[in-house]
């Protein structure tokens, strides 16, 4: 009976479908990454090797869980996009969305100082983490070029 137990518990455990607490929201907050690219008009069928600009931008919204959260975010990037004209070359083109890159909760309440979003670097060496450290000039609300 001990052998089938963990695989009772597994399948009990799937059927609750509960979601973990890294993926729940304490405060409804939201932050979502999506990838939007430049589209030439007078390119109406580039490949998939086809070069181009893109922009990977991320928003904060508000949501009740992570489905609500999808949706908003999906909404959201969608309704940035828009047409734009390159004068030198006279073409036009826009925006395309291409897809959101992340969607994570915030679990903290938004004020001064509150965690919003968090990396784990694992087994690296002391000098490697400092190495990612910027002077104060180097970050980029200082770069002014």
Known sequence: MGVNQPLLFTSLKCMTNEIPFRNRSPYGWWIASYLERAAWD?????????????????????????????????????QNVSEFVDDVRNRKGRWVFEGLTSL??????????????????????????????????????????
């Not at 109406?44 to 009740?64: M, V």
């Open 42 to 78: 007078d390119e109406p069928n580039p490949s998939p090797n086809s070069r181009c600009l893109s922009w990977e931008n991320t928003i904060i919204l508000q949501a009740p869980d992570r489905e609500a959260a999808y949706a908003k975010a999906v909404f959201l990037a969608t």
């Open 104 to 145: 994570l909760p915030i679990h903290e309440e938004l004020e001064d100082g509150a965690e919003i979003f968090w990396v784990e670097h694992r087994n690296k060496t002391i000098w490697k983490i400092q190495s990612k450290v910027k002077r104060k000039e180097d970050l980029e609300a200082f770069n002014d070029k």
